[in-house]
């Protein structure tokens, strides 16, 4: 030791040993000490290190320049001086708390060292802090996991994301247990909302990576997470709201679909596994935002087994709640949830199915979705509709073949009774009923009414030439068809005004039995009153032979009518009729009017050009 290293320490000895902590002399010894911390010779600052702090609260003007020499210590080159600055800090805080914010700060920042010894000797700085003021130190701790909501460069980034796995680090090995036992014990202290609360908002910014061991390796050791507390609620609800946020995001890339597994496997091992949440929450989740098929689908045909699995024990969780703590689970609720599951039913079976996967754990899912339907079907007035029939009965045939064990006996005798009833009303609803009509299921609604039916055509009875004139004229002919060929059709009322749809007639050779009235044509060319005698002069003697030579007169030849045949006979029926007038038809009047003759040729009226 030389005579400068003999003068301090003599000096800092008489100092410690005044009593009036506000002299010269100690304001002379931490003076000396700081300035000692600057110098080249290691020896002299690790002396500083070890001494500023019994004189750094006596003069509040010199703290911000001792705490600086302490932090300069923390990076000086020879790791011996190193060391000593990190228990420098340690010892800085326990005289002054104002200062352990700050300097837990620094030590957080420390655990980056590359020297094993000295990580060791920060991690113990830390731990002292702790301590000191466990919500203090958590604070800065969890301030250093959260990311930043603003954005940061890539260099920094990084810098940040190594950092926060250390903190982790430290917290999970390092300080858990003094958080368990100490600082968390009493559930509802200072430090466990500012652990809890912190913790929670860094999963809801953070991504995948450091979230699970931030839950079960921090959250869930604390005491506040015990079977139905609030605080479980809090994070089921965190995780719940991460899930649905990933499924909003329209992607089928394999990185969206494993971070929404992530988060929905974490939910169900708080809900299900840990039972620190409802279930009830979870279940509800899964049967809005799961079980539709499209969702179903952007999953693996592995990961859709686990799925329905996952549905599955959420649905047995809240039947257990429901009988053991009704005051989380009613049993109105858990009917509820139970029903939904049953509604979304059939989309599980078919991502069951299409697994092609035979486990024991898809034959336990099987069987506990069977059950609900069964237990449905059997307390409600519930019938299984035909798509989920279907769906049951695709598992028949495997589970014929199933060995023993996987209780495939019950599974068997499920499925025999869930598909039997609902399966022959659809057989015996495609039965043609009387009318030549399928029959719709039971269970859906009636079809409606499309179209209008055709009516049954009347069946009209040959012209008479003994009716009058004006009945011939004003009668609307009809056209029937055949008896053997007609089908009944539904009947309905016409309202006014609406005219029966006229069917189209094949064209077929006439019998004795068939008659027909009058066509369209035949009373168009019918002549007027007085022309009957220049239209007979034009007929043919042929077409007067075959009039004359007809046994029943009264009747209509059996080949029809030609156009000069149909005036003919028209004539011939005026002069055998009564001469009552004749009530001249609309296409008369028109014709009159129009100066139409005979022929259908329209006359020049005189001095008209």
């Known amino acids: 030791?030389?005579?400068?290293?003999?003068?301090?320490?003599?000096?800092?000895?008489?100092?410690?040993?005044?009593?009036?902590?506000?002299?010269?002399?100690?304001?002379?010894?931490?003076?000396?000490?700081?300035?000692?911390?600057?110098?080249?010779?290691?020896?002299?600052?690790?002396?500083?290190?070890?001494?500023?702090?019994?004189?750094?609260?006596?003069?509040?003007?010199?703290?911000?320049?001792?705490?600086?020499?302490?932090?300069?210590?923390?990076?000086?080159?020879?790791?011996?001086?190193?060391?000593?600055?990190?228990?420098?800090?340690?010892?800085?805080?326990?005289?002054?708390?104002?200062?352990?914010?700050?300097?837990?700060?620094?030590?957080?920042?420390?655990?980056?060292?590359?020297?094993?010894?000295?990580?060791?000797?920060?991690?113990?700085?830390?731990?002292?802090?702790?301590?000191?003021?466990?919500?203090?130190?958590?604070?800065?701790?969890?301030?250093?996991?959260?990311?930043?909501?603003?954005?940061?460069?890539?260099?920094?980034?990084?810098?940040?994301?190594?950092?926060?796995?250390?903190?982790?680090?430290?917290?999970?090995?390092?300080?858990?247990?003094?958080?368990?036992?100490?600082?968390?014990?009493?559930?509802?202290?200072?430090?466990?909302?500012?652990?809890?609360?912190?913790?929670?908002?860094?999963?809801?910014?953070?991504?995948?990576?450091?979230?699970?061991?931030?839950?079960?390796?921090?959250?869930?050791?604390?005491?506040?997470?015990?079977?139905?507390?609030?605080?479980?609620?809090?994070?089921?609800?965190?995780?719940?709201?991460?899930?649905?946020?990933?499924?909003?995001?329209?992607?089928?890339?394999?990185?969206?679909?494993?971070?929404?597994?992530?988060?929905?496997?974490?939910?169900?091992?708080?809900?299900?596994?840990?039972r620190v949440a409802s279930p009830v929450v979870l279940l509800r989740f899964y049967c809005t935002s799961l079980m539709g098929k499209p969702v179903l689908q952007r999953f693996s045909p592995e990961e859709q087994l686990v799925l329905a699995g996952r549905v599955v024990e959420a649905l047995e969780a809240c039947e257990e709640e429901s009988r053991l703590r009704p005051q989380i689970c009613s049993h109105e609720q858990f009917s509820f949830l139970r029903r939904q599951v049953v509604d979304g039913a059939p989309n599980l079976l078919e991502a069951l199915h299409d697994t092609k996967l035979e486990s024991s754990t898809m034959w336990d899912t099987l069987r506990s979705l069977l059950l609900a339907c069964k237990h449905r079907k059997e307390h409600e007035d519930w019938v299984v509709p035909f798509d989920l029939a279907t769906s049951i009965s695709r598992f028949q045939a495997q589970a014929q073949q199933l060995g023993p064990g996987n209780n495939s006996d019950e599974i068997r005798v499920l499925i025999r009774s869930l598909t039997e009833t609902s399966m022959s009303q659809a057989s015996s609803s495609t039965t043609v009923d009387g009318d030549g009509l399928y029959e719709r299921p039971a269970h859906l609604p009636a079809r409606p009414q499309i179209g209008r039916p055709l009516l049954k055509r009347p069946e009209m009875s040959r012209p008479s030439h003994t009716s009058t004139s004006g009945a011939t004229s004003n009668s609307r002919p009809a056209i029937q068809t055949r008896d053997s060929g007609s089908v009944a059709f539904p009947k309905r009322s016409l309202s006014s005004g609406e005219t029966v749809p006229q069917i189209k007639r094949a064209k077929t050779e006439l019998t004795e039995e068939r008659q027909l009235t009058p066509s369209l044509l035949s009373r168009m060319t019918m002549p007027i009153p007085g022309d009957a005698e220049k239209a007979s002069r034009k007929r043919g003697g042929a077409g007067r032979k075959r009039a004359d030579d007809s046994s029943e007169p009264d009747k209509h030849p059996m080949s029809g009518y030609s156009i000069k045949g149909a005036a003919a006979h028209a004539e011939r029926g005026e002069e055998s009729r009564d001469p009552t007038p004749r009530t001249s038809s609309l296409l008369d009047r028109l014709n009159k009017s129009e100066g139409v003759d005979g022929a259908g040729n329209r006359k020049r009226h005189r001095g008209k050009a």
């Open 1 to 274: 030791m030389d005579d400068q290293e003999s003068q301090i320490h003599r000096l800092v000895e008489k100092a410690g040993r005044e009593q009036d902590r506000g002299s010269d002399l100690r304001r002379d010894a931490l003076t000396k000490l700081i300035e000692i911390a600057h110098s080249s010779n290691s020896q002299l600052k690790c002396y500083a290190a070890d001494h500023i702090r019994y004189f750094f609260n006596d003069f509040p003007d010199l703290e911000e320049d001792a705490i600086n020499v302490v932090y300069d210590l923390c990076e000086d080159q020879d790791s011996r001086v190193r060391i000593e600055g990190y228990r420098a800090i340690s010892s800085v805080s326990s005289v002054e708390h104002k200062w352990i914010k700050r300097n837990s700060d620094v030590l957080v920042q420390l655990l980056q060292s590359d020297e094993p010894e000295e990580v060791a000797v920060v991690k113990t700085a830390l731990c002292d802090h702790l301590d000191m003021d466990p919500g203090v130190t958590l604070g800065v701790l969890c301030d250093q996991i959260i990311p930043p909501e603003y954005t940061i460069d890539e260099e920094e980034q990084q810098i940040r994301d190594r950092l926060r796995s250390l903190v982790i680090a430290f917290l999970k090995v390092d300080a858990a247990e003094a958080i368990i036992r100490k600082y968390t014990k009493t559930p509802g202290t200072d430090t466990e909302n500012v652990l809890v609360c912190q913790l929670l908002t860094a999963i809801r910014r953070l991504e995948t990576r450091d979230v699970e061991v931030i839950i079960k390796d921090l959250l869930l050791m604390m005491p506040c997470y015990r079977p139905g507390s609030a605080r479980g609620m809090d994070l089921l609800h965190v995780l719940i709201d991460k899930a649905r946020s990933s499924l909003n995001v329209k992607s089928n890339d394999l990185g969206s679909i494993k971070t929404i597994d992530f988060y929905i496997s974490l939910a169900h091992f708080v809900a299900i596994q840990k």
